[in-house]
């Protein structure tokens, strides 16, 4: 994430909580994602099991299957990395804002 450059132009510290904030909100709503994303086709995989379901067509489209849920966890665990990443963005954020705050207030800013 690129963060401002020190000047005139720099988020105020009340800026910078409005984002640590958003980052926040979107951790959060990735997470919920990711816990449905990830086993969305666990009962599909499990139900297209050879006794159900046989010949080359079912066994092409089991592993097709078993494949895609391979990578939907995987893309899970990444997004709830990813927000794992913004909230500690968000601290940082909110550290900034502190530390301006408290810069601007001893009239630093």
């Given at each position: 994430m690129v963060r401002p450059a020190p000047d005139d132009t720099a988020e105020t510290p009340e800026q910078m909580r409005r984002r640590a904030?958003?980052?926040?909100?979107?951790?959060?709503?990735?997470?919920?994602?990711?816990?449905?994303?990830?086993?969305?086709?666990?009962?599909?995989?499990?139900?297209?099991?050879?006794?159900?379901?046989?010949?080359?067509y079912a066994t092409a489209t089991s592993g097709m299957l078993g494949a895609r849920k391979t990578t939907l966890h995987q893309m899970a665990a990444e997004l709830t990395q990813d927000a794992g990443r913004w909230e500690t963005e968000a601290h940082d954020l909110d550290d900034q804002a502190t530390k301006a705050a408290a810069k601007q207030k001893a009239g630093g800013g």
């Open positions: 904030d958003d980052l926040r909100e979107c951790a959060r709503t990735a997470r919920r994602l990711a816990g449905t994303l990830g086993p969305y086709l666990d009962k599909a995989v499990a139900r297209a099991t050879p006794a159900i379901w046989t010949g080359p």
